[in-house]
């Protein structure tokens, strides 16, 4: 199998369960709430919503740079694994809580583990993708992180029916049963670089040459850049679209959270394979492809930022959601591929890790920043002053990054 021309597609299929367990446990919090706060009365204060929520994201954010240099050492198969067993477990213990405090360093322990997947995984995946397939695997894996966030959505419905204690431990089960089928099919590849000499291209990278091989490249600081700007509104609007939602068009959140996250989920769906497609197109007739079709992307994320901050209506709240699900999905596919055309395969796992802390920072200052002005009835404006820095940092791409090879070798 592991030699199959099918088995990186397998790959991509096997992780894109993973990447769906993912975004669907640590989403399901944030729709849970209003059921949850019945027996966690803390949780009615949307400030300390917001620390629940921040608490991972930080927590994930200091992990990411460790988990990427851990992925780039070690057998990316059992990082997986581990991660998303230990993630479910936790998930499965958050059935069982009985206190904010409970809950809050669940959520602590959760990021530590959910960090530990995304630079594994990614760089697993670009390793069995060449060139030609790589922004269009990457973005069917992404599909997959849109999906959990859409099945996260319908959290409150399922709390509704049954309870928020059961929805938990029934998802939480599910994956340490997918992490068993991962051990069965799942295998390890790791890409020679044909640049570095026999004797040492299966040497494993030294604990801090990745970090000083990627920070003393002007390059990458733009990519984290870049990489980090556009994950304010993203953090924003997984986080926090459904509490908009409901409060614009005054209904019910077992109503506004699958309405939200399933309008972001499909159209990011759409985004990512459409971006993937032309991304690996373009890239072979033009050096900068995948950057002019990530920026087409992250520009249609403006104008939706606006409308979403000043939407009252069904019609304008479901076009903004659209477009910014639709052109966030570009982006997202190509941030790894335009990543490899600027680090080598051995460092990029670190690579990603440290784009993932850059975002995640971002988020968590975010999601504590639109709690505060959900609580203070701003939640709309904060969202549309979004697109202003969004804009900044699509002219500075544009402008500064020149990648002068489609696969980076040292």
């Known amino acids: 199998m592991k030699t199959s021309n099918k088995y990186p597609w397998i790959v991509v299929g096997l992780l894109w369960v993973v990447a769906l367990l993912n975004y669907m446990d640590r989403q399901m919090l944030s729709t849970m709430k209003p059921a949850m706060m019945q027996d966690i009365h803390e949780l009615q204060s949307a400030t300390n919503f917001g620390y629940l929520m921040a608490i991972f994201l930080w927590i994930y954010g200091f992990m990411s740079p460790v988990a990427g240099i851990i992925a780039d050492r070690s057998n990316r198969k059992w990082l997986i694994v581990g991660s998303l067993f230990v993630w479910s477990a936790v998930t499965f213990a958050m059935g069982f809580v009985h206190s904010f405090q409970q809950l809050y360093w669940l959520r602590a322990v959760m990021g530590i583990s959910e960090a530990l997947y995304i630079p594994a995984g990614l760089s697993l995946i670009a390793d069995y993708h060449p060139d030609k397939t790589r922004s269009l695997a990457v973005g069917i894996h992404m599909t997959g992180l849109y999906v959990g966030q859409a099945l996260g959505g319908f959290g409150a419905t399922v709390a509704a029916a049954l309870s928020w204690q059961h929805t938990f431990r029934f998802f939480g089960m599910a994956g340490i049963i997918y992490a068993l089928v991962l051990i069965l099919f799942l295998r390890e590849k790791r890409t020679v670089d044909t640049s570095v000499p026999v004797t040492s291209a299966h040497e494993k990278p030294s604990l801090f040459k990745g970090l000083a091989v990627l920070l003393s490249s002007g390059s990458f600081w733009i990519i984290l850049l870049y990489f980090a700007v556009p994950s304010l509104p993203g953090w924003g609007v ?17 109503q506004a959270g699958p309405l939200s996250t399933i309008t972001i989920a499909a159209s990011s769906f759409i985004g990512v394979i459409a971006g ?45 959601a659209f477009c910014f699900g639709f052109g966030f999905g570009m982006f997202d596919a190509n941030n790894l591929p335009i990543l490899c055309q600027f680090v080598p395969a051995r460092y990029r796992a670190t690579g990603y890790g440290l784009m993932n802390m850059t975002g995640v920072f971002a988020g968590a200052f975010i999601t504590d920043l639109l709690g505060k002005s959900s609580d203070g009835g701003h939640l709309g404006k904060s969202f549309a002053m979004l697109s202003g820095i969004v804009l900044i940092a699509l002219l500075v791409q544009l402008y500064f990054l020149r990648p002068k090879t489609t696969d980076a070798q040292l």
């Open 238 to 254: 997984k986080n926090w679209l459904p509490t908009l939602f409901a409060d614009s068009l005054h209904i019910d959140m077992s």
């Open 276 to 320: 993937g497609i032309l991304s690996d197109r373009w890239v072979q007739k033009n050096i900068r492809g995948r950057i002019y079709t990530s920026a087409i992307g992250l520009a249609l994320t403006i104008p939706a930022l606006l409308l979403i901050g000043f939407g009252h209506s069904l019609f304008t709240l479901f076009c903004a």
